[in-house]
């Protein structure tokens, strides 16, 4: 019944933006950190972004620092990743993920800690002139 949908991927040029949603289904995000990871072919998957169930704490990877900016609407269930400036090494399929357990929480200086329940089927982006 849990599950997750991504949608706003694609081809984009380098400098280009992209908004990725996630919508959650079956599962309520209030009380929930939540989170995107991506992965790159042949590269290992990396955690991208978090936010606390308030927001107040919120996570990037150096590597997209200044440039995602991840948020949520919990009346919507959905989170977002608005991606600006990409570039081509930003290219992977992109999974949002949640906990099941409110123990799980975002820390800024090192992303979500704790177990990650819940996974999207991911969305490419591609990121290329």
């Known amino acids: 019944q849990v599950q997750f949908v991504e949608s706003g991927g694609g081809l984009v040029q380098p400098g280009g933006s992209l908004r990725l949603s996630c919508v959650a289904s079956g599962f309520t995000l209030d009380y929930y950190a939540v989170g995107w990871f991506r992965q790159a072919p042949g590269k290992e998957r990396e955690a991208v972004s978090c936010?606390?169930?308030?927001?107040?704490?919120?996570y990037y990877a150096d590597s997209v620092k200044g440039r995602f900016t991840a948020s949520r609407d919990n009346a919507k269930n959905t989170m977002y990743l608005q991606m600006e400036d990409l570039r081509p090494e930003d290219t992977a399929v992109y999974y949002c993920?949640?906990?099941?357990?409110?123990?799980?929480?975002?820390?800024?200086?090192?992303?979500?800690?704790?177990?990650?329940?819940?996974w999207g089927k991911g969305i490419l982006v591609t990121v290329s002139s």
């Open positions: 936010l606390s169930m308030s927001s107040r704490n919120i």
């Open positions: 993920v949640a906990p099941q357990t409110a123990l799980t929480y975002c820390s800024g200086a090192r992303g979500l800690v704790g177990d990650i329940d819940y």
